[in-house]
């Protein structure tokens, strides 16, 4: 079956990194664009960045644009979220999809930004 299955979340401080990874299975995922999203505990989802199938093109909120890098390897079937310069604000579940409008039918992975 179509699988997501995201790891790398965790705890951090403000000011540091985490990278994100997303294993796909069950579809040819390097022909689908795709997008992180993350959702922040009683709030609703926010699109966090997407990059296109074949991982030449991306595009980021503006709330992480400049922090947050996209990319892909079609080869192994993983997509990633580097994230830098984290902030407490940045706190949420992160999934990855390849329809951000969709609701989130995977595990997610926690990311918690605190002191």
């Known amino acids: 079956e179509v699988q997501l299955v995201e790891s790398g979340g965790g705890l951090v401080q403000p000011g540091g990194s985490l990278r994100l990874s997303c294993a796909a299975s069950?579809?040819?995922?390097?022909?689908?664009?795709m997008s992180w999203v993350r959702q922040a505990p009683g709030k609703g989802p926010e699109w966090v960045s997407a990059i296109n199938s074949g991982g030449h093109s991306t595009y980021s909120a503006n709330s992480v644009k400049g922090r947050f890098t996209i990319s892909r390897d079609n080869a192994k079937n993983t997509l990633y979220l580097q994230m830098n310069s984290l902030k407490p604000e940045d706190t949420a579940l992160y999934y990855c999809?390849?329809?951000?409008?969709?609701?989130?039918w995977s595990q997610g992975t926690q990311v918690t930004v605190s002191s």
């Open positions: 999809t390849t329809n951000p409008t969709a609701p989130r």
């Open positions: 069950g579809f040819t995922f390097g022909s689908y664009d």
